[in-house]
């Protein structure tokens, strides 16, 4: 069985290839990478595969029985494009399996929409791919807002417009076994699974934080405009806009959704606080 999984070189993909390797053996394992020399460190057997290039998947995908499509990153529309090259390729190369990284959210209530929405149209075009399939919906990465610990002592706060609104975060980690036991299991087959921890508030989120980092944070929370322009501000039009519509669209309910990761990974998920602990002493 050979099991390939793209975007190795990003950080979800290099999880999902760890947890393969632990579970089949680094032999079964394909990385498919935009640029393969970021991914050698992995020790599988790396491919080409830019998502902009059917013709690279063509060739990526020969020999592949089950292959993971990490959702990509360009504007939400070049993305279903992107996305079907692979679907394609991986139908004219005979893969039996195919499993697609997507995102928790409202598809047209917040500024965070187009992104769920062009998802949205992958998971229907997965669907519609007479392969066997699985679609998890991913929660928001815990990482990256720890990765950001540095301005929230500095600022003394954790400021968002989140409001009182629960998210279900996860981690790379927890995704990237998750996906490895959706890969090789058929059980899981024509499931779309939301593959989230525990819901938070940003309130206990902070809390958390405290506890494991030894802080005194705050939560302040401020509305969407105010949050909008002070994140368009530091990070520009379309990132600022993307950022600020995940906290609308938490504020509005929209990742206080229920959790699959326990059918899908046959393990409880860790909790918000184990998590950051993990991180930490990573
Ligand atoms: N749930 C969440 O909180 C959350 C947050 C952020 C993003 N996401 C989504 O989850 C995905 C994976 O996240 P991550 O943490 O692994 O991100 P990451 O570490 O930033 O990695 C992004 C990956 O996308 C690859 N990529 C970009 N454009 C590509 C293209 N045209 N063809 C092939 N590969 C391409 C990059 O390849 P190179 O190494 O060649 O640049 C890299 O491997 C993201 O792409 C995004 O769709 C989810």
């Known amino acids: ?54 013709e690279d998947f063509n060739e990526a995908l020969q020999g592949v029985d089950a292959v993971l499509l990490v959702s990509g990153m360009d504007e939400p529309q070049k993305r279903i494009q992107q996305h079907r090259n692979v679907i394609e ?79 279900t975060y996860t981690s ?6 998750a996906y490895a036991k959706i890969l ?27 506890k494991v980092y030894g802080t005194d944070l705050i939560y302040n929370s401020v509305t969407v405009e105010v949050y909008a322009a002070e994140r368009k501000a530091a990070l520009g039009e379309f990132l600022g806009t993307v950022i600020a519509g995940i906290y609308e669209g938490i504020k509005s309910g929209a990742n206080d959704v229920a959790s699959d990761y326990e059918k899908a990974a046959g393990r409880e998920h860790k909790s918000l606080f184990d998590m950051i602990s993990n991180f930490k002493a990573q």
């Open 89 to 167: 390729a991986a139908k004219q190369n005979g893969v039996q399996k195919i499993v697609y990284t997507s995102i928790v959210g409202d598809d047209d209530k917040n500024a965070f929409s187009p992104i769920v929405q062009s998802n949205r149209q992958t998971e229907k075009d997965i669907q519609d791919s007479g392969l066997n399939w699985v679609i998890g919906r991913n929660g928001i990465y815990i990482e990256p807002d720890l990765e950001y610990i540095d301005t929230y002592v500095k600022e003394g706060r954790i400021e968002n417009c989140a409001g009182q609104g629960k998210c």
């Open 1 to 54: 069985m050979k099991i390939a999984v793209t975007s190795a070189s990003g950080k979800l993909g290099a999880s999902i290839v760890k947890h393969l390797i632990n579970l089949i053996g680094k032999e079964n394992v394909i990385g498919i990478a935009r640029t393969p020399e970021k991914a050698t460190y992995l020790d599988v057997e790396i491919r080409k595969g830019d998502y902009n290039s059917r």
């Open 172 to 177: 790379r980690e927890e995704l990237g076994y």
């Open 184 to 210: 090789i299991e058929d059980k899981h087959n024509g499931y779309i699974y939301n593959l989230v921890g525990e819901p938070v508030t940003q309130s206990e989120l902070t809390e958390n934080i405290n």
